[in-house]
Nanobody, 124 residues
């Protein structure tokens, strides 16, 4: 069973930076075959895809975070990162790490596996 554990959330002021990490384990297949990504959710609102990285290394970002967030994955595919700079109050949400075996699902921010989430709070 794929397990994803996020860390790195916290509270920052507007304009600040945070880097989220996600430790992955329990891959059924070679880790390189999985795509991974981040999505976020605010209570009472729909989840929003933030960024994804395909099994081919291709990255995608939501328009709202382009130029401010960077997604990356370590060489063995077991750790996913989300570097966030120039944070804004609208970035406040619970951030979830997620993964799927199908790139087409990741591109739509539809993931079979997800972590428990880490809270990011940005104050003005």
């Amino acid at each position: 069973q794929v397990q994803l554990v996020e860390s790195g959330g916290g509270s920052v002021q507007s304009g600040g930076s945070l880097t989220l990490s996600c430790a992955a384990s329990g891959w059924v297949y070679d880790s390189a075959k999985y795509c991974m990504g981040w999505f976020r959710q605010v209570p009472g609102k729909e989840a929003q895809g933030v960024a994804s990285v395909g099994s081919d290394g291709m990255t995608r970002y939501a328009d709202s975070v382009k130029g401010r967030f960077t997604i990356s994955r370590d060489a063995n595919g077991n750790t996913l990162y989300l570097q966030m700079v120039s944070l804004e109050p609208d970035d406040t949400a619970t951030y979830y790490c997620a993964a799927d075996i199908l790139d087409s699902y990741c591109r739509r921010y539809e993931f079979h596996y997800r972590g428990q989430g880490t809270q990011v709070t940005v104050s003005s």
